[in-house]
């Protein structure tokens, strides 16, 4: 049986998964598998990161050219009402697109009569593995996805002769056609569109299957192969069935036409028959030793550079869901920490690879053909969120298809920047799909301005590459990406500021992500003149857009304005109670003071506007205090973030043990929840919402080491309770590493490479 379960880098149970949010999750970034590990059948839930509804288009403004400019000069007379009307109706467009599941690889084993079972997933090399003994037969399976090989790989294998029965199967929720023949079960698809029509909520969209090629979806081929050692394989039904083996290895390869974000699937598609077979056959002349030592490599060398240390006894020897139990009643378990910040690590290596889409709200992994909120890229926080620990745990690459979304939005968001507002450079708005939809979304429905109007969404991601220059100091980035990047968003923002009544420059109208304000005869607004994290990232581009102006000595017009600019911006205000006003104005007061979102202390964190000892900080520890600890999975995972900045490690702990609350699992979604953790370790927001495991490691590393203007501070925010520990292998800014060693609360030793 399974031995060297290390508390801080495996989950394991003793059970079979029954509900997806207990299976565990595999990827190489491309290609995603849940695991649920049964003993008498197996399911396999399966995705391939360019499965998305749709085809390119793009949604032009739908109402008369001078709406925007109405709206402002409406919310300059604080006639809020009036110009959220105006938006709603004549400035929002169609939604996204969704994200799609694969489909499931089913092994039907006849039945199985499991004792001593375990199933366990190894952080640190990326296999997952199910142990148990049915009938006086031990059976082992192990599997991975391989990103050298570009398959999913299992093997089956027993301690006695011609043990090994299963039939194996294909089985998709998408248009498609399954045949078996020889060694081999082909699932051959294609993806739907989604459509809605103006004015219903998301809910009411549906998916169709178009006849004209033109606005036909992306194409896929599906081949599940077997390889055996004795036994017999052979094709019934569209199934495979193997009987009699010693040991069966399975291997899964998957491609699709997309062919990128402007480009006909159909009409313009990538060829995906032969790379598919191409796969499978590499994969079956390498045989089962080959491909997981080329795994285990590959993962190692992206896994092994950083390790988290907190200690910990006989609690970790437990299974993870009564682990974290156990966690929720008080009982103390120091490794639980670090396997929460080493799972965000593992889920990053195993979502995000050069070459593949940028993780979505559910990084590459979703079982539903209508996932929550489209399983789409929300980029007013949450695919933000997703890259906020990869950097400063040492997956530097991890970060490049962050990179390639922001390029391709910049050049999306243009055509949105001239059309919806007549200004040039770029924007882009809420969220975006696989098609990189830039517009304002909401269709017209009721009350959609309060999360559809927001064009501030690449300001914000241009943050997360920002901060690559400054880990990395790469020059070539900074000139060639970076830069050009940086210019096009300020000179978006640049054209968009005018004054208020006080003469201070203003992006207006402005609203606060998915937050509103209760107007004096009780109804909820979401518009108004500006907002503090409106002013805040153009402060940020601002500032950034001079800083490396000045790096490459090319300070030209857009400088010279830009510079003119930024002190002429209206700057923070405060609340009578002395806390950030959200809306930057007195007297609105928040329709829901624990609202999920902290937007208005985005100078606090991601930013660096905000010092913990600058005298704002005050505002910023009263702003959470008023939002309150409780939230959704990704707020909590945000609130320690900005705990941690404010150097209080004892309350951004709190945090991460209300992360750390076990939420009950099952197929449906109770919204109601508060935010916590699945049996697997997936966040709940409820439902299931990677970010929030991102933004946990993210957290644990901001109290661990922070970067500043100074240089690094190490251990500003460590939690009374993680006494002794160690961690080696964070990043800083300058291209630096870090090992840290503390006994007793204090710093013993400290490295930097």
Known sequence: MMRDIHPAHTLWYDKAAEFWNEALPLGNGRIGAMVFGGAGKERVCLNEDTLWTGHPRHYGLYGPEDTWEKARALAHEKKYREAELLLQRDFTAAPTQNYLPLGDLILDFGGAEPWGYRRRLDLSTGVHTVEYESRGVFYKRECFVSAPDQVFVMRIAANDKAAVTFTMELETQLRGTVTASGKEVLLKGQCPDRRIERGLG???????????????????????????????????????????????????????????????????????????????????????????????????????????????????????????????????????????FHFGRYLTIAGSRPGTQATNLQGIWNHRLNPPWNSNYTININTEMNYWPVLMTNLAECSLPLHDLVKELAESGKRTAAEYYHAPGFCSHHN???????????????????????????????????????????????????????????????????????????????????????????????????????????????????????????????????????????????????????????????????????????????????????????????????????????????????????????????????????????????????????????????????????????????MLVQNGENGPVFLPALPSSWKNGSVRGLRIWGNKTVDLTWKNGELTESKVY
């Not at 052979?234 to 699709?256: C, H, M, N, W």
């Not at 043990?657 to 009950?664: G, K, T």
């Open 202 to 340: 998301q809910e009411r969209a549906v998916h169709v299957y178009p006849e004209e090629k033109s606005e036909q979806g992306i194409e896929l081929l599906a081949i599940a192969h077997v390889e055996t050692v004795g036994g017999k394989v052979y094709p019934s039904q569209g199934k495979l069935r193997v009987e009699g083996a010693d040991a069966a290895e399975i291997s899964f390869a998957v491609r699709t036409s997309f062919n990128g974000w402007d480009r006909s699937p159909v009409l313009e598609g990538r060829p995906f028959e032969r790379p598919a077979k191409s796969d499978i056959q590499r994969a079956a002349n390498r045989g089962w030793q080959k491909l997981l030592e080329a795994h285990v490599a590959d993962h190692k060398a992206l896994y092994d550079r950083c390790e988290l240390n907190l200690g910990g006894g006989p609690e970790g020897e437990k299974p993870t869901d009564e682990r974290l139990l156990r966690h929720m009643r008080g009982r103390e378990d120091n490794a639980l920490y670090a396997l929460l």
């Open 432 to 702: 975006t799909d696989l098609w990189r939809l830039s517009t304002p979304v909401g269709n017209g429905g009721e009350g959609v301005v309060r999360w559809g109007v927001w064009p501030m969404s690449t300001g914000w991601l241009l943050r997360e590459l920002i901060e690559y220059w400054n880990y990395t100091g790469d020059e070539e980035f900074l000139k060639d990406t970076l830069y050009p990047l940086v210019s096009g968003c300020a000179e978006f923002y640049a054209a968009m500021l005018d004054e208020d009544s006080e003469g201070k420059l203003v992006f207006c109208p402005s609203t606060s992500p998915e937050h509103a304000f209760v107007l004096s005869d009780g109804t909820l607004c979401p518009i108004a003149e500006t907002t503090a994290m409106t002013m805040a990232i153009v402060k940020d581009i601002f500032t950034e857009l001079l800083r490396e102006a000045g790096t490459l000595g090319c300070e030209g017009r857009l400088e010279e304005t830009v510079r003119e600019m930024l002190p002429k911006l209206r700057g923070y205000v405060l609340s009578e109670t002395g806390a950030v006003a959200e809306w930057a104005e007195k007297g609105l007061v928040s329709e829901d003071e624990h609202h999920r979102h902290i937007s208005h202390l985005y100078g606090m964190h991601p930013a660096h506007d905000i010092a913990w000892n600058d005298p704002l900080a005050d505002a910023v520890r009263q702003s959470l205090t008023e939002r309150g600890d409780d939230g959704t999975g990704w707020s909590l995972g945000w609130k320690i973030n900005q705990w941690a900045r404010l150097r209080d490690g004892d309350h951004a702990k709190k945090l991460i043990d209300m992360q750390l609350r076990m939420v009950e699992s099952g197929e449906e979604v109770n919204y109601a929840l508060k935010g916590g953790s699945y049996p697997n370790l997936f966040d709940a927001h409820p439902p299931f919402q990677i970010d929030g495991n991102y933004g946990a490691a993210s957290g644990i590393a901001e």
